[in-house]
Nanobody, 125 residues
Framework: QVQLVESGGGLVQAGGSLRLSCTASGRTFSAYAMGWFRQAPGKEREFVARMRWSAGSTYYADSVKGRFTISRDNAKSTVYLQMNSLKPEDTAVYYC??????????????????WGQGTQVTVSS
């Protein structure tokens, strides 16, 4: 079993920055990939970013490309989401997720095996 714990959410003004963290614990952690998703009130959970754990390759939703950066610290089994130039439309609960196997469609939330509890990000205008 793998547990994922997010932290770093909060309230920030438009144009500001936040860094989210997601730390994995439990059995020896060896994810194929880690991802970040978000869910705004009344909307479906959507893909934000993803990193292949061993290769380090990254992928982003068009809506956050150039503003958000996903990174990792192998020694800490932690993945980060640096969010810059935040906009009110970025307001959502942000979730990290871990996938243990290959992902034909990594933007699909059903291709992830473990999820964190979520952390709220609120961007005021």
């Amino acid at each position: 079993q793998v547990q994922l714990v997010e932290s770093g959410g909060g309230l920030v003004q438009a144009g500001g920055s936040l860094r989210l963290s997601c730390t994995a614990s439990g059995r020896t952690f060896s994810a194929y990939a880690m991802g970040w998703f978000r869910q705004a009130p009344g909307k479906e959970r959507e893909f934000v970013a993803r990193m292949r754990w061993s290769a380090g390759s990254t992928y982003y939703a068009d809506s956050v490309k150039g503003r958000f950066t996903i990174s990792r610290d192998n020694a800490k089994s932690t993945v980060y989401l640096q969010m810059n130039s935040l906009k009110p439309e970025d307001t959502a609960v942000y979730y990290c997720a871990a996938a243990l196997g290959s992902q034909p469609n990594y933007r699909d939330l059903y291709e992830y095996d473990y999820w964190g509890q979520g952390t709220q990000v609120t961007v005021s205008s």
